[in-house]
Nanobody, 121 residues
Framework: QVQVVESGGALVQPGGSLRLSCAAS????????MAWHRQAPGKQRELVAH???????AYTDSVKGRFTISRDNAKNTVYLQMNSLKPEDTAVYYC???????????????WGQGTQVTVSS
């Protein structure tokens, strides 16, 4: 069994910062790409940032220069540092991790349950 669990969501004022964490646990052999998505009320889920095994990263335009994605492979964890937060960043944030289980040759995407980020004064 594989579990992916996010943490770190909170209510924060505009201009503030938050750090989200997402850890994978269970029985698996490898972790591949890691990503953060978000879904605001009434909107489709969108990709915010992703980080490859190589460490290469990419961001959606609206968060460039404000958000930083990173990973700690020893801890099977991906982070999202969010600075200069805006009300439009309000959403449920989900992490997605590509994981290959011991019983499989093919990696699959595993999603966390989501963590709420609310930016409001």
């Amino acid at each position: 069994q594989v579990q992916v669990v996010e943490s770190g969501g909170a209510l924060v004022q505009p201009g503030g910062s938050l750090r989200l964490s997402c850890a994978a646990s269970g029985s698996f052999t490898s972790i591949f790409n890691m990503a953060w998505h978000r879904q605001a009320p009434g909107k489709q889920r969108e990709l915010v940032a992703h980080i490859l095994n190589s460490g290469n990263t990419a961001y959606t335009d609206s968060v460039k220069g404000r958000f930083t994605i990173s990973r700690d492979n020893a801890k099977n964890t991906v982070y999202l540092q969010m600075n200069s937060l805006k009300p439009e960043d309000t959403a449920v944030y989900y992490c997605k991790i590509g994981i290959r289980q011991r019983s499989s040759l093919i990696p699959e995407d595993y999603w966390g349950q989501g963590t709420q980020v609310t930016v409001s004064s």
